[in-house]
């Protein structure tokens, strides 16, 4: 893939140790405009890692990384007004109600309260959430609550949108709206990267696929690209070869005869 313009993610040479383990090892990554990358590996990777440095959330990482053309470390953090952020677990003010909620998230980056409320508030009502938007998000269930994460992530209109899960608890026709705005936001040249386990929707969503195993980035592309590197049908397929795993079924009878208070190792 050939780029005229300038990344607005670029990543080199990420290395990341928390105590005795080294998570990520030596992560190389430019990532350009209007691309929706779904960034996959198996649980304990480094993905929420790796966007956590992003972020600036997370110290003590060796190597250099550079969003909308700055190095993160120089200390300038008007970035972040740039960026929105879904984490994977909610930190939502529980005893706030939405409008409260939306309008503090929208003033934190910058926005006038009423242009913060008004927004949100219709924002709400196109998620079917208009009914709520007084009601303490306490009371919520785990699909309301994501939508309104994905609310604030989105309001202040943030050229990258780094997503854990996105779609997590969202009803099916829910994830069709998602899918279609992550869509519509990438033609307008927004950034979109996100990690999800669910891989018919990585296969679908994603316009790059960027999978990380031992630390390392062992496929990038396309998921034509992937297919027709590994030679499997499905994103999942790929994913379970590319990690090294076809143990599910031995791993799985173990498991039930467990369960049910047998040798396993007869
Ligand atoms: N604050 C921390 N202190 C120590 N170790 C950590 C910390 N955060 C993450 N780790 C370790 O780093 C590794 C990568 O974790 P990370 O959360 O980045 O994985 P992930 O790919 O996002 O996993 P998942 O798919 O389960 O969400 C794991 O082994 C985890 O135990």
Redesign the pocket.
């Given at each position: 893939m050939k780029h005229e313009e300038e990344p607005v993610i670029a990543i080199s040479g990420l290395w990341m140790n928390?105590?005795d383990?080294m998570?990520l090892r030596g992560i190389d990554l430019k990532v350009y405009r209007g691309q929706i990358i779904g960034y996959i590996?198996p649980?304990?990777?480094?993905?929420?890692?790796t966007v956590k440095i992003m972020l600036g959330l997370v110290e003590g990482y060796n190597g250099k990384v550079e969003i909308f053309g700055k190095d993160i470390t120089e200390g300038d953090v008007s970035y972040k007004r740039r960026i929105g952020y879904v984490p994977?677990v909610a930190e939502l003010y529980d005893s706030l109600t939405a409008r409260e909620y939306l309008s503090f998230v929208g003033e934190l980056y910058g926005m006038n309260r009423t242009d913060a409320d008004d927004k949100a508030e219709r924002l709400m009502g196109l998620l079917g959430l208009e009914k709520s938007y007084d009601v303490r998000i306490s009371s919520y269930s785990k699909g309301m609550k994501q939508k309104v994460l994905l609310i604030s992530s989105m309001l202040h209109d943030p050229d990258i949108l780094f997503l854990d899960e996105p779609l997590s608890g969202l009803d099916a026709n829910s994830v069709m709206v998602v899918k279609e705005i992550f869509a519509s936001l990438a033609a307008k040249g927004k950034t979109i990267f996100y990690?999800s386990?669910i891989m018919d929707v990585v296969e679908k969503i994603s316009s790059r696929i960027i999978l990380i195993n031992g630390g390392e980035i062992v496929a990038d592309g396309t998921f034509a690209q992937l297919k027709e590197k590994s030679r499997e049908g499905s994103l999942e397929e790929i994913f379970n070869q590319l990690t090294g795993f076809d143990k599910y079924r031995d791993i799985a009878g173990e498991f039930v005869a467990v369960i049910q208070g047998g040798d396993s190792h007869e």
């Open positions: 928390y105590t383990r998570v590996g649980n304990g990777a480094g993905k929420s890692t994977e990690s386990h």
